[in-house]
């Protein structure tokens, strides 16, 4: 018997006989299915959404529990579960919630105080509801003398109408009410009673667009913060802010009493009901905690780094067993000068990452086809650079912790501090630079090595570094229901300080066995021939002390005792840490903070006055003169407040101007009450506003995105909802309109795993819910027409189109140029950082000839790469995630508006390899590698002999990201071409400056081969490999620039 091919079914197993049927191990079955939806994302989110739109529509529905504007709870309810909630767990939700309460009592609350001040500036505090509510004994109908014309009891029975109105309206939307009410009125009593009314003063239209344009100013200034997260904040205070000020044109019919009490009180009363909604959801149903999140992608990411280190150490492996064999790594072409072979690294790197965006880059880890018999194929493995991307998924996951406070009813790991988890974090992207170095290099460096002894040591080293991250992992997800996931309970322990120096030990003794033995000049013009076998042995040293500080954090995060190993070379001083740090090292502390400063507004607050002392800052610089005005003018910040600022001003203007001269220009105030409200609630622009503050955006892309997106959306999911309620039985029917809703948000909810289907969910069911609840009899007694759902998509058109043209119109500013950018001074701090490395590595030879004194420039630290590098490539991560149309979509308006520029994604993998190589270039500065036994007197002047080379090279490129940037901001044909054959003359410059480098590496290795090396000449030599690579990078991107058309793209509509 024997195993023969799987045949049909996976799992399948067969004996070597001919005519048997496959035996089938396991098949699954309906249940199997049923089970796995059940158990699925996609489940969960629906469950959730359901319940909590139902928890919404009770406040519609049940008599004793509704109130005015309770039909808004369940519209915005899909904002806050979709899109604000920024994912299902507790402290998404949680901060889904708070967010509404909190814009509403800041932003509303503002609104509300714009609207009342303009009201009481005018003169009068009536509305028109006052005086139906003052009944027969109003001064003012006291004086109607067509009481004469009319039986005493017949005006009292109208008048009397009037009164039942008003007290029976009081907990429902009066001016909703008002146009059908006075279709009852006698011709004759209607027209007299609407001249006796006080005319508005037309001051009150004038202040409440002059008041909005004031104070939204700081709100816009606000909005257009370079943090995500601040700018989706004042957004939202933005949008209550104008909508109460839009509703505030109701204040002649309702009057400020009612305005405040059934307007502003509603609003308030939707941001609670929406927040109750979603703690019920959160801690009811599907509980999922961000804390458990954090660890599950966590020991994802060193499940993939585990497996990433494994093939790397098969591959330094499988190179000795092909050394062994004969096999020749190099063959050299001698017509080829060192320029050609340069340049024709450089051209296949510009491919290689053409290709990686096209999905079809060839995996350099796998094994070559030919002479494969003695192995097993291996299973593919994520890069370095896809790893280290997905360590983004766990700072996301880290903000929405500060929001879920770690109790046992929430998350399995209680207590869990989450600033330990940022320590984990910041230690495995330590890590995965190293490792994405080493993946660069290990073949090259192996082949290197092999020519100088046995690669064992080096490969068991790897491996036994693969075999400790994957058991990290496996702790960091091992939270089963019943097993201690923390403590000293936990079956996994770490290893002790013994290990880690045995690690180094054989590190060393391989490295000075090994080194001083082997021809590092393997050939001279070849890529090869950059002295990567030392580089991937410091590699190697540095592995070890980052994977030991990793595991510090995650025995400390962990509560794991850490005896074992030196906390000295890990953990901070105590005392150095300031307030900040010691409040957010608390597990309970930071949650509560941040949602008391949510809930009561005092961070939208707190954002607004600091808005107020940059508008003061800032107007100083205006009213000065030169190049500090200059700079403030021209920074997109500032350009995207005041075009947020301009459009929303526009906006409210618009709408006030339209209820004013249109709507309430009559002499007959009844008339003018009939006509405002009726407009307001059948024309809605309401609907307007809200689409104008959400779709005016920093980028022309993602304007177009959101109001194109909207539109389409508001459009299908108002029509559903209005077929919903053609039949007049069901629609009157609270059990229908209760379950209809859940069942439709329900089923929306099974596609919210994939973030980007979020916003249009998002906007299908708040439509679907704005039209159904109220159309509902009950809520805002309207029945069943028409105008609810057209008067919601017309609004939502024409809000939609004039977001577009303010985007594109005024002061334009495209996604595709505001990466660009960011990648530019990302190229531009990356070699200014180059810069100060090689001046380093001079101090550095200098000390060690004892011609200076130690008082030089501060070391740089891995923050500075950071900060120059990682932080501006997240930002262009986030744009190409969030503004650049989605295909998936699956609607054709929605992706081919605007195509996606392809360069953009090729310039980010490149940079990202230039922060690599820049990180570790920094980190080679504290590794403490080589034995005490080397020879430390004799210093080779390395840096000394190919000083005017590098800063050759370091000029060339420095006028090759000068190009760039001309490229990158061109904006017509003829300009780029230009720009490009420029670009593509210092690229060149570039290419034989680095050639001229090379070669002089290659006559200092011919004089210096048979030296004993010290520890600074072994680090400079790595570090200045390092330097080569970096400049590679920038010769690659330029090629690429050149040769790409980076910039036409976004133009074309």
């Given at each position: 018997m024997g195993r023969g091919e799987a045949m049909g079914e996976p799992g399948a197993i067969t004996l070597d006989k001919p005519n048997k049927k496959a035996f089938v191990l396991w098949k699954p079955t309906l249940w199997d299915y049923i089970c796995k939806f059940i158990l699925s994302e996609s489940f969960a989110w629906a469950v959730q959404n359901a319940v909590g739109v139902l928890f919404t529509v009770l406040f519609s529905v049940v008599w004793r529990m509704t109130f005015t504007l309770a039909c808004?709870?369940?519209?915005?309810?899909?904002?806050?579960?979709?899109?604000?909630?920024?994912?299902?767990?507790?402290?998404?939700?949680?901060?889904?919630?708070?967010?509404?309460?909190?814009?509403?009592?800041?932003?509303?609350?503002?609104?509300?105080?714009?609207?009342?001040?303009?009201?009481?500036?005018?003169?009068?505090?009536?509305?028109?509801?006052?005086?139906?509510?003052?009944?027969?004994?109003?001064?003012?109908?006291?004086?109607?003398?067509?009481?004469?014309?009319?039986?005493?009891?017949?005006?009292?029975?109208?008048?009397?109408?009037?009164?039942?109105?008003?007290?029976?309206?009081?907990?429902?939307?009066?001016?909703?009410?008002?146009?059908?009410?006075?279709?009852?009125?006698?011709?004759?009593?209607?027209?007299?009673?609407?001249?006796?009314?006080?005319?508005?003063?037309?001051?009150?239209?004038?202040?409440?667009?002059?008041?909005?344009?004031?104070?939204?100013?700081?709100?816009?200034?606000?909005?257009a913060h370079q943090n995500l997260k601040v700018?989706?904040?004042?957004?939202?205070?933005?949008?209550?802010?104008?909508?109460?000020?839009?509703?505030?044109?109701?204040?002649?019919?309702?009057?400020?009493?009612?305005?405040?009490?059934?307007?502003?009180?509603?609003?308030?009363?939707?941001?609670?009901?929406?927040?109750?909604?979603?703690?019920?959801?959160?801690?009811?149903?599907?509980?999922?905690?961000?804390?458990?999140?954090?660890?599950?992608?966590?020991?994802?990411?060193?499940?993939?780094?585990?497996?990433?280190?494994?093939?790397?150490?098969?591959?330094?492996?499988?190179?000795?067993?092909d050394h062994k064999g004969g096999k020749q790594f190099f063959t050299e072409d001698q017509n080829q000068t060192v320029y050609e072979v340069v340049m024709d690294e450089v051209k296949a790197l510009a491919e290689d990452s053409v290709l990686d965006e096209e999905g079809k880059q060839k995996d350099t880890n796998k094994f070559d086809e030919e002479e494969n018999v003695f192995f097993v194929p291996m299973p593919s493995v994520h890069s370095g650079f896809e790893i280290r991307g997905n360590c983004q998924a766990i700072e996301d996951s880290l903000a929405i912790c500060l929001f879920e406070t770690p109790l046992p009813e929430i998350t399995s790991h209680v207590g869990a501090r989450r600033a330990d988890f940022v320590d984990i974090l910041e230690g495995l992207r330590t890590m995965l630079s190293t490792v994405c170095c080493m993946e660069r290099i290990h073949m090259n460096a192996s082949q290197e090595l092999v020519s100088g002894g046995d690669l064992d040591p080096l490969?068991?080293?790897?491996?036994?570094?693969?075999?400790?991250?994957?058991?990290?992992?496996?702790?960091?997800?091992?939270?089963?229901?019943?097993?201690?996931?923390?403590?000293?309970?936990?079956?996994?322990?770490?290893?002790?300080?013994?290990?880690?120096?045995?690690?180094?030990?054989?590190?060393?003794?391989?490295?000075?066995?090994?080194?001083?033995?082997?021809?590092?000049?393997?050939?001279?013009?070849?890529?090869?021939?950059?002295?990567?076998?030392?580089?991937?042995?410091?590699?190697?040293?540095?592995?070890?002390?980052?994977?030991?500080?990793?595991?510090?954090?995650?025995?400390?995060a962990l509560d794991i005792s850490v005896d074992a190993i030196d906390e000295s070379e890990n953990k901070p001083e105590a005392e150095s840490r300031g307030l900040k740090e010691k409040i957010f090292s608390n597990a309970y502390l930071p949650s509560i903070i941040i949602h008391g400063l949510l809930l009561s507004g005092a961070a939208v607050y707190g954002l607004v006055i600091m808005s107020c002392i940059k508008l003061i800052k800032g107007s100083k610089l205006v009213l000065s003169s030169g190049k500090d005005r200059l700079e403030l003018l021209r920074d997109r910040h500032v350009q995207f407040a005041f075009k947020y600022w301009l459009g929303l001003s526009l906006t409210i203007m618009s709408i006030v101007l339209i209820l004013w001269k249109e709507k309430f220009s009559s002499e007959n105030q009844l008339q003018n009450a009939y006509d405002l409200t009726y407009f307001f609630f059948v024309w809605q622009p309401i609907y307007f506003w809200i689409t104008a503050a959400i779709c005016i955006q920093f980028q022309v892309e993602a304007a177009a995105f959101r109001a194109v997106l909207r539109t389409t959306m508001t459009a299908i999911g108002g029509t559903l909802g209005w077929f919903t309620m053609m039949n007049g039985r069901l629609a009157n029917n609270a059990v229908f309109i209760g379950g209809i809703t859940a069942l439709f948000n329900g089923f929306c909810a099974l596609a919210s795993p994939i973030k980007e289907f979020r916003y249009s969910l998002f906007l299908a069911t708040f439509t679907f819910n704005a039209v159904v609840v109220c159309q509902y009899f009950g809520c805002c007694d309207v029945a069943g027409e028409t105008n609810i759902y057209g008067g919601k998509v017309l609004s939502t058109l024409l809000g939609s189109?004039?977001?577009?043209?303010?985007?594109?119109?005024?002061?334009?500013?495209?996604?595709?140029?505001?990466?660009?950018?960011?990648?530019?001074?990302?190229?531009?701090?990356?070699?200014?950082?180059?810069?100060?490395?090689?001046?380093?590595?001079?101090?550095?030879?200098?000390?060690?000839?004892?011609?200076?004194?130690?008082?030089?420039?501060?070391?740089?630290?891995?923050?500075?790469?950071?900060?120059?590098?990682?932080?501006?490539?997240?930002?262009?991560?986030?744009?190409?995630?969030?503004?650049?149309?989605?295909?998936?979509?699956?609607?054709?308006?929605?992706?081919?508006?605007?195509?996606?520029?392809?360069?953009?994604?090729?310039?980010?993998?490149?940079?990202?390899?230039?922060?690599?190589?820049?990180?570790?270039?920094?980190?080679?500065?504290?590794?403490?590698?080589?034995?005490?036994?080397?020879?430390?007197?004799?210093?080779?002047?390395?840096?000394?002999?190919?000083?005017?080379?590098?800063?050759?090279?370091?000029?060339?490129?420095?006028?090759?990201?000068?190009?760039?940037?001309?490229?990158?901001?061109?904006?017509?044909?003829?300009?780029?071409?230009?720009?490009?054959?420029?670009?593509?003359?210092?690229?060149?410059?570039?290419?034989?400056?680095?050639?001229?480098?090379?070669e002089s590496f290659i006559k200092w290795d011919e004089r210096h081969r048979q030296d004993k090396w010290s520890d600074i000449e072994l680090k400079l030599l790595a570090r200045s490999q390092l330097l080569i690579y970096t400049l590679r990078e920038i010769n690659v991107i330029g090629l690429l620039l050149s040769e790409t058309e980076a910039t036409l793209d976004r133009d074309r509509w």
């Amino acid at each position: 018997m024997g195993r023969g091919e799987a045949m049909g079914e996976p799992g399948a197993i067969t004996l070597d006989k001919p005519n048997k049927k496959a035996f089938v191990l396991w098949k699954p079955t309906l249940w199997d299915y049923i089970c796995k939806f059940i158990l699925s994302e996609s489940f969960a989110w629906a469950v959730q959404n359901a319940v909590g739109v139902l928890f919404t529509v009770l406040f519609s529905v049940v008599w004793r529990m509704t109130f005015t504007l309770a039909c808004v709870s369940s519209a915005l309810y899909g904002a806050g579960a979709q899109v604000l909630s920024l994912d299902r767990t507790v402290g998404g939700r949680l901060f889904g919630g708070t967010i509404f309460v909190g814009c509403m009592l800041s932003g509303g609350v503002t609104g509300g105080a714009i609207s009342s001040l303009a009201w009481v500036a005018h003169g009068s505090s009536k509305g028109l509801y006052h005086y139906f509510e003052e009944g027969l004994e109003s001064p003012l109908l006291q004086n109607l003398t067509i009481v004469q014309d009319f039986e005493k009891e017949e005006l009292r029975t109208i008048l009397g109408q009037g009164i039942s109105f008003v007290e029976s309206t009081t907990t429902q939307t009066v001016a909703r009410e008002l146009p059908e009410f006075l279709d009852n009125f006698n011709e004759d009593i209607f027209n007299a009673l609407g001249s006796l009314f006080p005319r508005i003063n037309n001051a009150y239209w004038a202040l409440l667009i002059v008041f909005f344009a004031i104070v939204s100013l700081p709100f816009a200034v606000a909005r257009a913060h370079q943090n995500l997260k601040v700018g989706i904040l004042m957004a939202i205070a933005t949008l209550f802010m104008g909508s109460q000020v839009v509703f505030a044109t109701l204040t002649p019919v309702l009057g400020i009493r009612q305005y405040w009490t059934q307007i502003v009180s509603g609003y308030i009363k939707v941001a609670l009901v929406n927040c109750g909604a979603m703690c019920c959801t959160a801690l009811l149903f599907f509980v999922k905690s961000s804390h458990d999140s954090v660890r599950i992608q966590m020991s994802q990411v060193l499940k993939d780094t585990g497996s990433l280190l494994s093939r790397i150490a098969s591959n330094v492996n499988k190179q000795e067993l092909d050394h062994k064999g004969g096999k020749q790594f190099f063959t050299e072409d001698q017509n080829q000068t060192v320029y050609e072979v340069v340049m024709d690294e450089v051209k296949a790197l510009a491919e290689d990452s053409v290709l990686d965006e096209e999905g079809k880059q060839k995996d350099t880890n796998k094994f070559d086809e030919e002479e494969n018999v003695f192995f097993v194929p291996m299973p593919s493995v994520h890069s370095g650079f896809e790893i280290r991307g997905n360590c983004q998924a766990i700072e996301d996951s880290l903000a929405i912790c500060l929001f879920e406070t770690p109790l046992p009813e929430i998350t399995s790991h209680v207590g869990a501090r989450r600033a330990d988890f940022v320590d984990i974090l910041e230690g495995l992207r330590t890590m995965l630079s190293t490792v994405c170095c080493m993946e660069r290099i290990h073949m090259n460096a192996s082949q290197e090595l092999v020519s100088g002894g046995d690669l064992d040591p080096l490969t068991t080293v790897l491996a036994e570094l693969a075999a400790i991250v994957l058991n990290m992992s496996h702790v960091l997800s091992d939270m089963d229901l019943w097993k201690p996931c923390k403590g000293e309970k936990v079956s996994w322990k770490p290893q002790g300080k013994e290990f880690w120096n045995t690690m180094q030990q054989k590190l060393v003794k391989f490295s000075d066995q090994t080194i001083d033995t082997i021809n590092l000049k393997v050939s001279s013009k070849s890529a090869s021939s950059q002295n990567d076998a030392m580089l991937l042995v410091l590699n190697c040293y540095s592995l070890i002390q980052d994977i030991k500080g990793c595991e510090f954090q995650v025995c400390k995060a962990l509560d794991i005792s850490v005896d074992a190993i030196d906390e000295s070379e890990n953990k901070p001083e105590a005392e150095s840490r300031g307030l900040k740090e010691k409040i957010f090292s608390n597990a309970y502390l930071p949650s509560i903070i941040i949602h008391g400063l949510l809930l009561s507004g005092a961070a939208v607050y707190g954002l607004v006055i600091m808005s107020c002392i940059k508008l003061i800052k800032g107007s100083k610089l205006v009213l000065s003169s030169g190049k500090d005005r200059l700079e403030l003018l021209r920074d997109r910040h500032v350009q995207f407040a005041f075009k947020y600022w301009l459009g929303l001003s526009l906006t409210i203007m618009s709408i006030v101007l339209i209820l004013w001269k249109e709507k309430f220009s009559s002499e007959n105030q009844l008339q003018n009450a009939y006509d405002l409200t009726y407009f307001f609630f059948v024309w809605q622009p309401i609907y307007f506003w809200i689409t104008a503050a959400i779709c005016i955006q920093f980028q022309v892309e993602a304007a177009a995105f959101r109001a194109v997106l909207r539109t389409t959306m508001t459009a299908i999911g108002g029509t559903l909802g209005w077929f919903t309620m053609m039949n007049g039985r069901l629609a009157n029917n609270a059990v229908f309109i209760g379950g209809i809703t859940a069942l439709f948000n329900g089923f929306c909810a099974l596609a919210s795993p994939i973030k980007e289907f979020r916003y249009s969910l998002f906007l299908a069911t708040f439509t679907f819910n704005a039209v159904v609840v109220c159309q509902y009899f009950g809520c805002c007694d309207v029945a069943g027409e028409t105008n609810i759902y057209g008067g919601k998509v017309l609004s939502t058109l024409l809000g939609s189109v004039y977001s577009i043209l303010v985007s594109w119109c005024i002061l334009p500013y495209y996604t595709s140029t505001r990466m660009l950018d960011i990648e530019h001074d990302v190229l531009k701090d990356g070699l200014s950082l180059l810069k100060q490395l090689h001046e380093q590595n001079e101090q550095e030879v200098l000390q060690a000839k004892d011609e200076v004194t130690p008082q030089c420039k501060s070391q740089l630290s891995l923050k500075a790469v950071t900060d120059a590098v990682d932080i501006p490539i997240t930002a262009v991560h986030k744009e190409l995630e969030l503004n650049i149309v989605d295909k998936r979509q699956f609607l054709l308006l929605t992706w081919t508006l605007l195509p996606t520029p392809k360069i953009v994604p090729l310039l980010k993998g490149r940079l990202e390899a230039m922060g690599v190589f820049l990180r570790e270039a920094i980190k080679l500065n504290s590794t403490p590698l080589w034995s005490s036994e080397r020879n430390r007197n004799k210093v080779n002047s390395l840096l000394t002999e190919i000083k005017e080379d590098v800063e050759r090279a370091l000029e060339a490129s420095e006028v090759v990201v000068a190009e760039c940037k001309v490229t990158m901001d061109a904006t017509s044909r003829r300009t780029l071409n230009n720009a490009r054959v420029n670009l593509a003359s210092k690229v060149g410059a570039l290419g034989k400056a680095r050639a001229k480098l090379r070669e002089s590496f290659i006559k200092w290795d011919e004089r210096h081969r048979q030296d004993k090396w010290s520890d600074i000449e072994l680090k400079l030599l790595a570090r200045s490999q390092l330097l080569i690579y970096t400049l590679r990078e920038i010769n690659v991107i330029g090629l690429l620039l050149s040769e790409t058309e980076a910039t036409l793209d976004r133009d074309r509509w």
